[in-house]
């Protein structure tokens, strides 16, 4: 599906125009250096720029707007390379032509109204409101704890240094927060219209005088966008780190780093691998840990390709880590020297090209692979069916040997 | 075959019922991916039952543990099928029906035949169902593991006398750990029947080929008549006020059931559950000020997400939070069920937002798909004049209902260090 660019002097607008849809869809995505602190006053700002705009005193009244004009569905989201960061504010509304007339310029500007005019004062954001999102975020942080999945999801990530910096434990992280004043985190917001990119896409049955509504309500001095590239990983730490928890289950996690892997290997065969590893019921730890031996409910590979990462995550009986330990190195090692059926490649083909039809039936998904291909160099899905196409066994074998193990986790149960 | 369409919205369904019993509802949509799922007439909600003349008495879990092992087959696994097919196939149990199902946007037959033979041809061995009990014992440590399912389970618990409902829909280690091959097959002869199942597809499909591929299917197969459910009367009391689960945590994990007599109404099921959502979305909603006043409170930490459930002639309300003391979110939750009152604002924004969420159901096979079946599991049909209904609620007609609604009868359980 093709798209109209257009360029203005600090910021850039995709339109994708389609009839498929009920619906049009917007994602605004500002784009910055990542640095340990960002997520912490992203997060924040996620809060306070929900709870209050300058026109809207409190949820309340921004519910209701909201319910007035039928209800548009406004999220912020947030991803993360080793040296990126960016946010985005995505929304999804009616078209008007299934509501009212003129519904489509008031879902923009209610949208608008979140980033561009929050509720400011003496230079600062409510600093009433602010508390409360601060000590909100900060019991959010504590309670991380109260969820085995969640916690042990954090720590393993962490201890896989994946970011350009350190990243910090959640006491660290809650100290920080505590550090952050309603004035600071206006500051972070300002800071966002002179150091961040802007790029917009909008998909949907629009014309390009939707174009003219966005651009009438955006200032700032927006930096250039940057492509945002895989991580290259030179080594790995091989550690072995064990915690304990009073949860019935143990958590088990084994990260693979993927060494030098081609372009080609880092957009489509790290997923395959993955897939064939651990990505169904067909997978090979699917077979060997659950339905062979019974060892656990779930067990999942997955490729996190701007990490060049392969994550195995598991839950499983604390008696049995040792099992299912092996078990994950050897399934590994049998892909690494060619020990699996040529058909597994075909069928986790099929199963791509299947998503890759299905995503044409989904207005998020198309957003999505339009800002993929822009921020981060993904092929068009024209091309991932040509190039899918041609993935061989071989192509598989010869990244499995790219992966090493950096570090096995384990969150003990009792 | 009969054409119905959704009063309002752009969305027709054809319906059929076969001579065994077995309904059909096929739902036309112009996407690529095609979604199909059967649903049986029973689930986590089953202990005593009569089949044949004979009363069982079924452990608790066995609907979950059936779900689990319809899919592995003498010669193949159904799982399996759907990958190598290239679909996304699994199925869930919930408290009251289990559904299979898979969607894909190739190889609609062969995915459709997997799903049949799924449903209709058991076979469960001795060591089939042994090997399954690993897996499932590890499915429910995983729920136990979080404390927000542990005081969900407790405090259903706590809530009902007589009913099976009050066990987790998984089971329990013991039950799960005592379930034979004779049980699988009791609770699949006595409700597996086609009389007892639908199903549902929606998607870019010929409605007419797809009866006509369920009568080739069930041709010639023998079919039984389904079993029927023993359930005892329910007392309008809960079991237990309060408990208290100690697990090693930082912040109290708060989890409450308001069990509500609804048996004196005599007014359609839906248009009674839309009043009962309604009285949420008025009370505890972003729309009413609730998640303002839940936030400004520095003893609630975490917004109060709540959840209605009818289990017969009682409609449950459920509220979970995080908290500093459990007694302030009751407070609060109590006093806010207090002088209910509708305004006819409010409750046309309310019946604004519904009506554009049927629209936009309408645009996406998944959503539109879980919304047909959870009409008929919920209220045995489609409900076509749905849009109807909720535009002529009134504010009237809900102040008199919440007057007779008593939300005296509640359970609470904490989870905490």
């Known amino acids: ?73 406004t999220f912020f989201n947030t991803k993360t390379s080793s040296k990126y960061r960016t946010f985005t504010l995505a929304a999804e509304f009616a078209n008007e032509k299934y509501t009212e007339k003129g519904m489509n310029k008031k879902n923009i500007e209610f949208i608008m109204d979140y980033f561009w005019h929050p509720y400011v004062k003496d230079n600062s954001f409510d600093e009433e409101l602010f508390k409360v999102c601060q000590k909100n975020y900060i019991e959010e942080l504590k309670s991380i704890k109260n969820y085995p999945e969640s916690y042990s999801l954090n720590e393993c990530w962490r201890l896989l240094n994946l970011y350009d910096f350190k990243d910090l434990k959640t006491e660290k992280l809650i100290e920080e927060v505590e550090k952050m004043t309603a004035k600071t985190l206006y500051e972070y917001y300002k800071s966002m219209f002179t150091e961040d990119s802007l ?48 949860s019935p289950q143990s958590k088990l996690y084994l990260g693979y780093k993927v060494i030098d892997p081609t372009t080609y ?26 339905e062979k031996r019974s060892l656990c409910y779930y067990i999942y590979a997955t490729s996190y390709n701007l990490f060049n990462l392969i994550l195995i995550t598991s839950g499983i009986d604390k008696s049995n880590s040792n099992e299912v330990i092996n078990i994950i190195k050897d399934e590994i090692s049998k892909i690494q020297k060619g020990l699996f059926a040529e058909s597994r490649v075909e069928e986790v083909k099929k199963l791509y090209e299947n998503i890759l039809l299905e995503a044409k039936d989904s207005p998020d998904s198309l957003i999505n692979s339009l800002i993929n291909e822009v921020m981060r160099g993904a092929d068009s899905p024209a091309e991932k069916f040509k190039i899918v196409k041609k993935i061989t066994k071989e192509d598989i074998v010869t990244f499995a040997k790219k992966i090493k193990l950096d570090t096995i986790y384990l969150l003990e149960g009792r | 075959m009969i054409k119905k369409k959704f009063k309002d919205l752009d969305l027709e369904i054809y319906e059929h019922t076969l001579d065994n019993g077995f309904k059909i509802y096929v739902c036309k949509m112009d996407r690529y991916k095609i979604d199909a799922r059967i649903t049986v007439n029973v689930g986590g909600e089953l202990e005593k039952f009569k089949y044949q003349n004979k009363t069982f008495t079924a452990p608790y879990g066995v609907s979950h543990f059936l779900e689990h092992k319809m899919f592995t087959k003498a010669d193949s696994d159904i799982s399996s099928v759907y990958e190598k097919n290239g ?74 006398h007589n009913n099976s409902y009050k066990y987790p829909v998984i089971g329990t280690k013991e039950s799960i750990e005592s379930i034979t091959k004779e049980d699988l097959y009791n609770v699949y002869n006595a409700f597996y029947a086609p009389s007892n199942m639908h199903l549902v597809v929606t998607g870019n499909v010929e409605p007419q080929k797809v009866i006509a591929f369920a009568e080739k299917y ?78 400004q409170n520095e003893n609630i930490l975490s917004p109060i997400s709540w959840r209605l459930d009818v289990k017969g002639n009682y409609a449950n309300f ?66 076509y004049d749905a849009t109807a209904v909720i535009k002529n609620l009134t504010a009237e007609k809900a102040n008199e209902i919440f007057k007779q609604l008593d939300f005296a009868n509640y359970t609470f359980t904490v989870v905490q260090k």
């Open chain 2, 87 to 160: 679909a996304f196939g699994n199925a869930y149990t919930d408290d009251y029906s289990t559904v299979y199902h898979f969607s894909s946007p190739v190889k609609f037959w062969d995915n459709l035949e997997a799903l049949f033979r799924c449903v209709n041809e058991p076979y469960f061995t001795d060591e089939n169902v042994l090997k399954e009990k690993g897996i499932i014992t590890q499915e429910l440590m995983d729920l136990l593991s979080d404390p927000t399912a542990l005081a969900y389970f407790r405090t259903k618990y706590n809530a009902f």
């Open chain 2, 218 to 295: 069930y041709q010639d197969k023998p079919f039984n008549k389904k079993g029927e459910k023993v359930t005892e009367l329910e007392p309008k009391t809960v079991c237990q006020r309060k408990d208290i689960i100690n697990k090693n945590i930082n912040n109290k994990v708060c989890f409450i059931n308001y069990k509500v007599d609804i048996s004196n109404f005599s007014i359609p099921n839906f248009e009674l559950q839309r009043y009962l959502n309604v009285l949420l979305l008025a009370r505890f909603s972003s729309l009413s000020g609730f998640n303002d006043l839940v936030m």
């Open chain 2, 318 to 383: 459920y509220f979970q939070a995080e908290t500093k003391d459990e007694e302030i979110v009751l407070d609060l939750l109590n006093e806010r069920f207090n002088n209910l009152k509708m305004e006819e604002e409010l409750l046309d924004l309310i019946k604004k937002n519904w009506i554009n969420g049927y629209i936009l159901a309408t645009d996406n096979v998944i959503e539109a798909s879980t919304l047909i079946n959870e009409q008929i599991i919920k209220y045995g049909e489609v409900v």
């Open chain 1, 1 to 73: 599906m093709s798209y109209i660019k257009k360029t203005r002097e600090h910021y850039n607008i995709y339109l994708q125009k389609t009839s498929s849809f009920k619906t049009i869809s917007i994602s605004f995505v500002f784009q910055r250096l990542n640095t340990q602190t960002d997520k912490l006053y992203q997060a924040m700002l996620r809060k306070m720029l929900y709870l209050k705009t300058a026109k809207y005193n409190n949820l309340e009244e921004l519910t209701k707007a909201a319910a007035y004009i039928y209800n548009p569905v």
């Open chain 1, 265 to 290: 290997e880092e957009k489509y065969i790290s997923l395959m691998f993955s897939m064939i590893l651990g990505g169904g019921t067909e997978s090979c730890l699917h077979q060997e840990v659950r």
């Open chain 1, 199 to 246: 790029d917009i896409f909008i998909l949907g049955n629009v014309n390009e005088e939707i174009i003219d509504i966005i651009d009438n309500y955006i200032y700032g001095d927006f930096k250039p966008s940057k492509m945002i590239k895989p991580k290259k990983n030179k080594e790995v730490k091989m550690q072995e780190i064990k915690e304990v928890t009073d």
